[in-house]
């Protein structure tokens, strides 16, 4: 596992400000991010569904992602990018499985490294939760005459609530997942990206394979533990294949499936324990750091959403492994956010609702803090702070 190495406690040129470790720097390998609020993924289902700019970022992801990188936030990281059409929730998601999305892409890395900003990128395939409708219209399944509908894939035919069975996966369908996730990773790499996370949560394809809620397979791909996490770790080493040895990889994951069961890693369904296992198998491939949500694969989840209530699982992950964890899930304050930090819960929190509401979260909680916050401000905006 790469190194994580913290800085030393800065003090600003103000005498007023104060020791923060949540605006103190983190890196990880050679990437050095300048504070530890971090911008999640988030999608916004915004990009073209036809033609030939089909899902390339629009001046609305160019807005959406640098407006965050000058609202101070140490790293800016994509919403989920298709690693094939297929692999898409909706036909108006971003993907980066051909040259000219990555392109499009490269632009908006120049403008967030502009403003001091980390350029990050989630790279994802959505499984049997793909193919949908946007949100705000309802998030249906598209109607398999629907023209911008396609067949959905999954390690099983088991279907996702009302969703419709995907089709079981053969052995040459799973290849292709792993030769398209190390393209995307080189297409990635090219746009100037210096982080690449893996999405095995929420539901989508790689957390499909992982629990035995979504997998039912008798290969060498389902059944026991060891089976349901190979396609991750097969994933994993593409990326790991081509992105460069000074450039972190990260993997998000959800914790538990929050089925009420949490009996281990017999369960039957993912819980807290296959998750410590997981991590623990992917210091061995090379991740630097865990990026830790939860839910998102069992419709009838019962789930206790609460300031923070994410958190333990990061804890976990920092407590029983000797990968870093980032935190994520109603992080809203700034006090509540360093807590987490300085208590040693996780070495970054991932803030998503918080920064639509507020894209300078990261500057308001320094001065609330009374911190010093890299990136600086830029002069335009010096007046309001």
Request: charged share 25%; proline share 7%; aromatic share 8%.
């Amino acid at each position: 596992m790469s190194a994580v190495v913290v800085d030393g406690a800065r003090v600003g040129r103000d005498e007023e400000m104060t020791v923060s470790l949540l605006f103190e720097p983190l890196t990880l390998r050679e990437v050095t991010f300048p504070n530890r609020v971090w911008m999640s993924p988030m999608c916004q289902y915004s990009a073209d569904a036809e033609g030939p700019s089909t899902g390339a970022v629009t001046p609305w992801h160019r807005t959406h992602l640098v407006s965050r990188a000058v609202g101070g936030v140490g790293l800016v990281m994509t919403e989920a990018a298709s690693v094939s059409p297929e692999g898409r929730i909706t036909p108006w998601d971003l993907g980066i499985w051909n040259d000219q999305q990555a392109n499009a892409l490269a632009e908006v890395v120049t403008e967030i490294r502009q403003y001091g900003s980390v350029p990050a990128i989630q790279l994802a395939h959505a499984g049997r939760k793909a193919s949908t409708d946007a949100p705000w219209r309802g998030g249906k399944p598209l109607a398999a005459d629907d023209s911008l509908a396609w067949e959905t894939v999954g390690p099983s035919a088991v279907e996702f609530g009302h969703y419709p069975a995907p089709r079981e996966m053969t052995t040459a369908d799973i290849d292709k997942v792993v030769d398209d996730f190390r393209s995307a990773a080189v297409r990635a790499l090219a746009a100037g990206f210096d982080v690449a996370e893996v999405h095995a949560a929420h539901g989508y394809l790689l957390h499909q394979f992982l629990s035995p809620a979504s997998n039912h397979r008798t290969d060498e791909y389902g059944g026991s533990f060891e089976g349901r996490i190979r396609l991750t770790l097969r994933v994993v080493d593409a990326i790991r294949e081509v992105w460069p040895a000074d450039k972190p990889v990260f993997v998000r994951v959800s914790a538990t499936d929050w089925t009420g069961d949490e009996r281990g890693v017999d369960s039957e369904a993912w819980t807290p324990d296959q998750t410590v296992l997981l991590t623990q198998q992917l210091e061995d491939h090379g991740v630097d750091l865990v990026d830790v949500s939860t839910g998102g694969n069992v419709a009838k989840a019962s789930i206790p959403v609460e300031p923070g209530y994410q958190v333990p699982f990061a804890r976990r992950i920092q407590s029983e492994t000797r990968i870093p964890a980032a935190a994520v899930g109603l992080i809203t304050e700034p006090k509540q956010a360093e807590d987490i930090i300085g208590s040693g819960e996780a070495v970054a929190v991932f803030l998503a609702r918080e920064l639509l509401r507020d894209p300078y979260w990261a500057r308001r909680a320094a001065r609330e803090l009374g911190a010093e916050i890299t990136p600086a401000t830029p002069p335009q905006y010096e007046r309001a702070f």
